[in-house]
């Protein structure tokens, strides 16, 4: 971390020069640990139409850490993990054995989840306030042990993509093709649905619930825009997570506003910029 420190020495801002504001610069660095995570993630999550789905799954984390605050936690985040899991795979599984609409099972869950973790939360009249960073966020508070975790699930993520994307985009483009040729379809499904939910738990208190579906679906629906190939996607998408969650972070710094919101509302403007711009790249 030291090092990192003294690197960002070279800035012109005040909170980076030595000594100065830690607390900025370790927001910082894991911004640019999370932003190419959830940029990778949210291609699936467009190109699978399941930006519904991954809401869903930050309504289960909640219900998890309500879970976890019941059972006397101090930090329920283990226990929000496990629920998510459980909670895409259910969703997965009803999906593949009935008949009911995606957006149906989704939508029942979600509400549902919800609904449960407010009753926990607010059993024998609690207060419902301690929960109200999962619903905000706040990346400022962030530690170096958590940044440190972040790294390894930068790794863990890039491994995965590298391993199972050609079958992950096969599936999403064409289930009945990757089923003839051997895809276990609904196993992949569950795979990446779970590492969503892990990703959208772990990253929960610091991004906020409220807007981190945002941070998967935006940038990989701006790049989709323009973007003409799967390659332009990825990177466009990773180009503009990384540089609204930089830009978002100092902004918000200067005009004292919420850390999360900042950022999607410039990964907003993108969405926009680029959707007026893609007759240009057709």
């Not at 099972?105 to 979600?110: P, R, T």
């Not at 109200?132 to 440190?148: A, H, M, R």
């Not at 499904?189 to 679906?217: D, K, P, Q, R, Y």
């Not at 990177?235 to 999607?264: H, M, N, P, W």
Request: glycine residues 6%; charged residues 10%.
């Amino acid at each position: 971390m030291e090092f990192w420190y003294k690197l960002l020495e070279i800035l012109p801002f005040e909170w980076a020069k030595a000594g100065q504001m830690i607390f900025m610069k370790n927001a910082l660095l894991s911004i640019i640990l999370l932003t190419p995570i959830f940029a990778l993630l949210g291609t699936m999550v467009v190109n699978n139409r399941m930006s519904f789905f991954s809401d869903a799954l930050g309504h289960g984390a909640f219900t998890g850490v309500a879970i976890g605050g019941l059972l006397g936690f101090v930090q329920p985040i283990s226990s929000a993990v496990v629920f998510s899991i459980v909670f895409a795979f259910l969703i997965a599984l009803i999906k593949h054995k009935s008949k009911m609409a995606s957006d149906t099972v989704i939508g029942v869950f979600s509400s549902t989840a919800i609904a449960l973790g407010i009753f926990l939360a607010t059993l024998g009249g609690k207060s419902f306030a301690k929960l109200n960073t999962y619903l905000i966020g706040d990346i400022l508070s962030i530690t170096p042990k958590e940044i440190l975790l972040l790294a390894v699930v930068l790794f863990l993520v890039a491994v995965f993509w590298f391993l199972v994307f050609n079958k992950l985009l096969i599936v999403s483009v064409n289930p009945s093709l990757a089923g003839s040729r051997g895809i276990h379809t609904f196993w992949y499904e569950v795979i990446f649905s779970c590492a969503v939910a892990v990703i959208v738990t772990v990253s929960m208190s610091w991004i906020g619930l409220l807007v981190i579906n945002s941070f998967l679906v935006l940038p990989a629906a701006s790049a989709r825009n323009i973007a003409q190939n799967q390659r332009q996607y990825h990177i466009l998408a990773l180009v503009f997570s990384v540089f609204s969650g930089v830009a978002g972070l100092i902004l918000s710094y200067y005009i004292e506003t919420a850390t999360g919101s900042t950022i999607v509302i410039i990964l907003a403007i993108i969405f926009f910029a680029t959707y007026f711009l893609r007759k240009k790249f057709a």
